[in-house]
T-cell receptor, first 114, second 110 residues
Framework: DAGVIQSPRHEVTEMGQEVTLRCKPI?????LFWYRQTMMRGLELLIY????????DSGMPEDRFSAKMPNASFSTLKIQPSEPRDSAVYFC????????????FGEGSWLTVV | ELKVEQNPLFLSMQEGKNYTIYCNYS?????LYWYRQDPGKSLESLFV?????AVKQEGRLMASLDTKARLSTLHITAAVHDLSATYFC??????????FGAGTRLFVKA
């Protein structure tokens, strides 16, 4: 299995630009998570989906952030407009919602907003 | 709101020594995870603990869960340099919403 696949791996963008991060979960998994990691705030859960439906988006910091999951094999996290304080590593993760299963993380998207 | 607290946040230890990392959480949960993260890398799953009294071991690491005390421990036996990393516990609150602790940065000195 290829694991959770994220793109881009690294992105540098200017303040005010739109940023779109992409994620392909592990095939067959029915939960997908977006986390953000920074030195100051650690790992924060932004939003998670079950069967493509957003379950909890209470971690999304502002209206500038939005996430979609149009089908079981693809999700996007969009920031518009981006700001320097959005610089972080954004991880996508997925799991099969059964007892005992772990959550698998992608390699992360390293975002720098200048 | 679920709070997950780890301590210590930073741990420097000598090779061959034993130590324990603690993870406390504030609300009822029946599932707890331990992860390892190397610098610049993703998170690697170590253990999933499901029930009170659960104990799992892999090599020099052993994790346990006490749901009544809302406490999990990650015990390191005879540490080696390769164990140097950041270790996170994560707690599921229900509906698979999973919250992470701040992490424990472990440095094992040769």
């Amino acid at each position: 299995d290829a694991g959770v696949i994220q793109s881009p791996r690294h992105e540098v963008t200017e303040m005010g630009q739109e940023v779109t991060l992409r994620c392909k979960p592990i095939s067959g998994h029915d939960y997908l998570f977006w986390y953000r990691q920074t030195m100051m705030r650690g790992l924060e859960l932004l939003i998670y989906f079950n069967n493509n439906v957003p379950i909890d988006d209470s971690g999304m910091p502002e209206d500038r952030f939005s996430a979609k999951m149009p089908n079981a094999s693809f999700s996007t996290l969009k920031i518009q407009p981006s700001e320097p304080r959005d610089s972080a590593v954004y991880f996508c993760a997925s799991t099969l919602g059964l007892s005992g299963n772990t959550i698998y993380f992608g390699e992360g998207s390293w975002l720098t907003v200048v | 709101e679920l709070k997950v607290e780890q301590n210590p946040l930073f741990l420097s230890m000598q090779e061959g020594k034993n130590y324990t990392i603690y993870c406390n959480y504030s609300t009822t949960s029946d599932r707890l995870y331990w992860y390892r993260q190397d610098p610049g890398k993703s998170l690697e799953s170590l253990f999933v603990l499901l029930s009170n009294g659960a104990v799992k071991q892999e090599g020099r690491l052993m994790a346990s869960l006490d749901t009544k005390a809302r406490l999990s421990t990650l015990h390191i036996t005879a540490a080696v340099h390769d164990l140097s990393a950041t270790y996170f516990c994560a707690v599921e609150t229900g509906g698979f919403k999973t919250i992470f602790g701040a992490g424990t940065r472990l440095f094992v000195k040769a």
